[in-house]
């Protein structure tokens, strides 16, 4: 099922949003990157991560824009590594087991 995300100028920045939910932003003062609040946002939780669209609702600012392309390539690469794993591959259970 393809999940819809919406990408949209905060008060406190760039931030991707679900169903109305704020899933995750960047604040626009020191544009950190918050590798964990990104991985929970997008694949965590045994969310659906194989069919993303991101939507750009905020094509006039160059910094968004900026932003925007740094996050929709980020998610085609993980996409692409994602695709190069085995179909058995299980990687949570793993650690569990040992």
């Known amino acids: 099922m393809r999940r ?3 990408f949209k100028q905060t ?3 760039y931030a991707c949003f679900e ?3 704020n899933i995750f932003e960047i604040c626009k003062t020191d544009l950190q990157f918050n590798v ?3 991985y929970q946002a997008f694949y965590g939780e045994d969310k659906d991560f194989e069919d993303i669209e991101i939507e750009n609702c ?3 600012d160059k910094d ?3 932003v925007y392309g740094c996050i929709v390539t980020l998610m085609e690469k ?3 590594k994602l695709a190069e794993l085995p ?3 299980d990687l949570g259970d793993e650690a569990e087991t040992e």
């Open 4 to 6: 819809t995300i919406q």
């Open 11 to 13: 008060e406190a920045g």
């Open 19 to 21: 169903d109305e939910e």
């Open 36 to 38: 964990k609040d990104f």
């Open 58 to 60: 905020i094509q006039e």
């Open 64 to 66: 968004a824009n900026r």
């Open 78 to 80: 993980i996409k692409e």
């Open 87 to 89: 179909e058995d591959a």
